[in-house]
């Protein structure tokens, strides 16, 4: 096969990876040097030639000796985690890149060249340490990341949705090994515009074959707890036992079969014994993973202003759609057959070489214009007068989540005191409306602020590309003088005094009349929905409660009634306008 020198697509899942490449037949994957398209997502020591391995080989070694071997770590990206693999300690972003690495080599070994640019997908959901931790594994791998794309994208470019013909709207159901996301896409002119995007990142088919191997081990009379708990070896044989059972279901079959018999566990046992799980056991142990799914489709349906009859089409991707009770829940919601003629393991790999293509300017990729949007919100930490007492600690949004990228947004916002002379702009990540709930991605000082008796303006703008590089501009407006910060968006730890401030400061709180129920469950209904509504309604819960933080603040049990009353019924009436 002559690729060429091209940039090559990477499909970095949960469970399993692949790469894949666009040539004269458009997207075509590439075997491994097993002859397999795809490559477990696992690493492990091998005890025989003291190395660490990647793969099937790796996968094999886990299921034997879990201390041997990791798997599941992209669902750590971005965290300090670390993994057990033999005589070492590995983080996921190594974990990571020992697997980018294989699926390097394999793509070099069946091109006949050396491949050093690859485009990488990643959740949709995925914050900006976890998409910053991809990058950095690709990096350690010896890749030049082109750019770091969502998975729900590259399935749609794998279907072809750009060259459709006419306005359309799609949403893009992808469930694979470890992770979940939801993604409404519409297609105009020529280009493939991201509206909104919802998930879980973990959630995904991993959890089906532990909820087998729970219903198995109750059918049996013991727990999976008390099974890992005994022998964490012997239940990962389980899982794997279980995995087996999975395919088969996926295959059409009406029933789970998975032999118990693993001598550390059969103490937990009355006998020892094969469970057969029917239809409803098996409906009834994916029935809470399946209930999960729920959340992030109203959100993104609710984010793209949608309901489910406008849609055109649903997309089917990811391994753990192969289930044929995934297949009936989505049936069911959405009350139409999904597509899915595409192998879901292979179509967001196969979008991802359309658009590592794009980077080479190859001209058999056609032409094809694909947005994104924020998959959080982007904002500053601000203060807000509650009676006669100020309060810091107000997230106020800058970016709202799913907003199109590219994009730059400004507010102004004000100083507090006469005479301040400089504001410290803490940046956040995240939704809720208290800094404390979201992730604090960097800080801006703004010194130099004319001395006055009154208030002075500052302009903050927000500029953020593709690529999750975040241009953060403060311009005091009298002066015009302008502060610039570049982040990449990595997180960081808090440090002790931060941490310390940030105890005292709650421990400042005094919200005694939050604990009477009403107040309490009005709270969490509105907290819930500013996370979940468009940029306008949030405007609207967020003045209806800082009007009850106010009277909270003021200890008026009269003006305490009346604002959760408003609360409570502007709720109301956002949940009965939902449009999903």
Not at 355 to 370: E, N, R, S
Not at 375 to 390: N, Y
Not at 502 to 531: C, F, I, M, N, Y
Not at 544 to 569: C, K, S, V
Request: charged residues 30%; hydrophobic residues 40%; contains cysteine.
């Amino acid at each position: 096969m002559d690729a060429g020198n091209r940039v090559v697509g990477i499909d970095l899942g949960t469970t399993y990876s692949a790469v894949a490449v666009f040539d004269g037949d458009g997207a075509c994957p590439l075997p491994n040097a097993l002859g397999d398209l795809l490559t477990p997502s696992v690493v492990a020591w091998d005890a025989r030639t003291e190395r660490v391995v990647v793969g099937r080989t790796a996968k094999d070694i886990w299921a034997l000796r879990p201390d041997y071997g990791a798997g599941l770590f992209k669902r750590a990206m971005g965290t300090e985690e670390s993994f057990a693999v033999g005589p070492q300690r590995l983080s996921a972003v190594e974990c990571s890149a020992l697997v980018l690495r294989q699926l390097r080599e394999d793509a070099e070994a069946e091109l006949g060249r050396a491949v050093t640019r690859a485009v990488i997908t990643v959740p949709a959901y995925f914050n900006e340490d976890q998409r910053r931790a991809t990058r950095e594994a690709g990096t350690l791998a010896g890749l030049g990341v082109e750019r770091i794309l969502n998975e729900p994208t590259a399935a749609a470019i794998a279907y072809g949705l750009h060259q459709g013909s006419g306005a359309a709207t799609f949403l893009v159901f992808d469930l694979g090994g470890g992770t979940f996301d939801v993604c409404v896409m519409e297609r105009f002119e020529g280009v493939l515009q991201v509206r909104s995007v919802a998930g879980e990142s973990r959630l995904g088919g991993e959890d089906f074959t532990r909820a087998l191997v729970g219903r198995a081990l109750m059918e049996a009379g013991t727990s999976f707890e008390l099974a890992e708990l005994r022998d964490p070896a012997g239940t990962a044989q389980l899982i794997a036992r279980a995995e087996r059972a999975k395919r088969e279901l996926s295959r059409g079959g009406a029933e789970a079969s998975l032999p118990l018999r693993v001598p550390a566990l059969q103490s937990l046992f009355a006998e020892p014994r094969d469970v057969v799980l029917d239809a409803g056991q098996i409906e009834a142990a994916f029935e809470p993973w399946l209930q999960g799914l729920v959340g992030p489709i109203r959100s993104a349906l609710r984010h793209a202003e949608l309901n489910r009859e406008l849609l055109d089409e649903i997309l089917l991707v990811g391994g753990a759609t192969r289930l044929p009770a995934v297949v009936r829940f989505v049936e069911r919601h959405f009350a139409r057959t999904p597509r899915a003629e595409i192998d879901p393991d292979l179509a967001v790999v196969r979008g991802a070489a359309v658009q590592a293509a794009l980077h080479d300017d190859v001209a058999d990729v056609g032409d094809l214009v694909v947005t994104d949007v924020a998959s959080h919100t982007l904002g500053v930490e601000t203060s807000r007068q509650l009676g006669t007492t100020r309060r810091n600690g107000y997230f106020a949004p800058i970016l709202h989540r799913n907003t199109v990228i590219p994009t730059s947004r400004v507010e102004r916002f004000w100083t507090i005191d006469p005479g301040q002379t400089e504001i410290l702009l803490r940046v956040y990540e995240g939704e809720s409306r208290h800094v404390e709930n979201n992730r604090e991605i960097g800080q801006v000082w703004v010194k130099g602020i004319p001395k006055t008796q009154g208030t002075e303006g500052v302009d903050v703008r927000f500029t953020y590309d593709l690529d999750g590089i975040l241009e953060v501009e403060a311009t005091v407006v009298s002066t015009g003088k302008v502060v610039r910060r570049v982040f990449e968006r990595s997180g960081r730890e808090l440090g002790e005094d931060e941490a310390r401030a940030a105890s005292e400061r709650l421990a400042g709180l005094k919200r005694d009349a939050r604990d009477l129920p009403a107040v309490r469950d009005t709270l969490a209904r509105a907290e819930l929905l500013v996370q979940e509504v468009e940029p306008q309604m949030r405007e609207r819960l967020e003045w209806a409660l800082h009007a009850l933080d106010e009277a909270l603040e003021a200890r008026d049990p009269a003006a305490i009634h009346e604002m959760t009353e408003q609360l409570r019924q502007l709720c109301e009436e956002l949940d009965r306008g939902d449009r999903w």
